[in-house]
């Protein structure tokens, strides 16, 4: 079966098979037994994105449902039949989604997100890769999403199609503060990035904002470990969670739409 991934030592195209990938010049990559295929040269094996424990961190507190709201503003906006590339998809939380209605590859350089990702979405093709060397021909995509993930400006403008749609996810000045609040004694809010980009137009821009009540510890301490604080926090005020059983905190997602121009 034709793939859209494309083989990182030869690049030319990869064609699916039961077990494995191969290309036309005899290279071949094996399927792991949950269905993803590792693309990530050897030079590059040493990255590991996400943890086993940041994984499970973010699988718990997402199927909570506190975020499914920017899930579904975000599928809305991709449509359907769509071919479509989940950039960092983590444990595909958002991609199963997707691949209800669009031809979804998902990518990350994390192995223990793509276990995760692979068992729970079958009808989507995951690969460990780089955001930044994407295993993609160019012009391959309809659409291109990144929730939360680094960003790859210059990839995402060469594997998209012309006309095709960027749909960007990141969180605003005051994503998460009273979470912040509750560890740092002064805790600093997230900087505006300037939405611009080269070779892209804005279609449209929305502010999600909401606020979401944590009713346990559990909760509270895996929304922290799937942040970028849970590697820059101190132990000590790591430990303040601990006492913590109840958290109402605002959640402000900015969606914004482009298309490749
Ligand atoms: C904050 S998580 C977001 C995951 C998912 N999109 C979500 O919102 O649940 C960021 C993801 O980007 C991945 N990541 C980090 N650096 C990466 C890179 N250079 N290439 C591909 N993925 C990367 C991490 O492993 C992680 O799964
Ligand atoms: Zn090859």
């Known amino acids: 079966m034709n793939s859209l991934l494309i083989c990182p030592v030869c690049k030319s195209p990869l064609t699916e098979n039961e077990k494995n990938y191969t290309c036309q010049n ?16 050897s ?20 199927e909570k449902g506190y975020y499914a709201p920017m899930r579904e503003a975000v599928a809305k906006i991709l449509g359907e039949g769509n071919t479509v590339l989940d950039a960092g998809c983590g444990e595909g939380y958002y991609t199963s ?13 994390s192995k223990e997100a793509l276990k995760a990702a692979s068992r729970r979405c079958k009808n989507a093709s995951f690969a460990v890769a780089s955001i930044y060397e994407l295993p993609f021909a160019d012009d391959s995509f309809d659409a291109c999403v990144n929730i939360f993930a680094p960003d790859s400006p210059s990839e995402y403008l060469r594997i998209l199609k012309k006309g095709g749609r960027l749909i960007m996810v990141t969180p605003m000045e005051e994503h998460l503060m009273e979470l912040k609040n509750a560890v740092y004694t002064t805790p600093y809010k997230n900087s505006f990035v300037d ?12 502010e999600l904002k909401y606020t979401v009540t944590l009713e346990s510890n559990e909760e509270i301490v895996s929304l922290f470990c799937m942040t970028p604080y849970y590697y820059n926090t101190s132990p000590s005020d790591r430990q303040k969670l601990d006492a913590l059983e109840k958290l109402t905190t605002k959640v402000e997602f900015l969606i914004t739409e482009y298309q490749k121009n």
């Not at 005899?26 to 040269?41: E, I, P, R, S």
């Not at 030079?43 to 997402?62: T, W």
């Open 97 to 109: 989604v997707f691949a209800e209605n669009n031809k979804v590859y998902g990518i990350d350089i």
């Open 195 to 206: 939405p611009e980009r080269i070779g892209f137009d804005i279609v449209s821009s929305r």
């Open 43 to 62: 030079s590059k094996q040493g990255v590991h994105g996400d943890d086993k424990l940041m994984v499970n961190a973010r699988r718990l507190f997402l």
């Open 26 to 41: 005899g290279h071949n990559f094996d399927k792991a037994k949950q269905g993803y295929v590792n693309l990530l040269m």
